[in-house]
């Protein structure tokens, strides 16, 4: 799906970039300011918003029966 975000607040540390711009994007990566024909966009108002790339944190907690056990005797 394309998608173009208008008026979003863009930070890019790596890149030295916080401004307010236009984002379209085809895939994962972004690109500046769409292009192509407009209805093929999905139009998304960002007025207000931010948009950083990795600003989502992935992980998880394993713990195994061993370390619930060691858990309680510490407590």
């Not at 173009?4 to 030295?16: E, F, M, N, S, T």
């Not at 895939?27 to 108002?45: E, F, H, I, L």
């Not at 600003?55 to 407590?75: C, P, Q, Y």
């Amino acid at each position: 799906m394309l998608i173009h975000l208008k008026g979003a607040r863009v930070i890019d540390p790596y890149h030295q970039r916080d401004e307010i711009a236009d984002l379209g994007s085809k895939t994962a990566a972004s690109s500046g300011p769409p292009s192509g024909p407009p209805a093929r966009w999905r139009r998304m108002t960002y007025l207000g918003k931010i948009v950083m790339a990795g600003a989502i944190d992935i992980h998880s907690h394993i713990a195994g029966g061993n370390v619930n056990t060691a858990r309680l005797l510490v407590a």
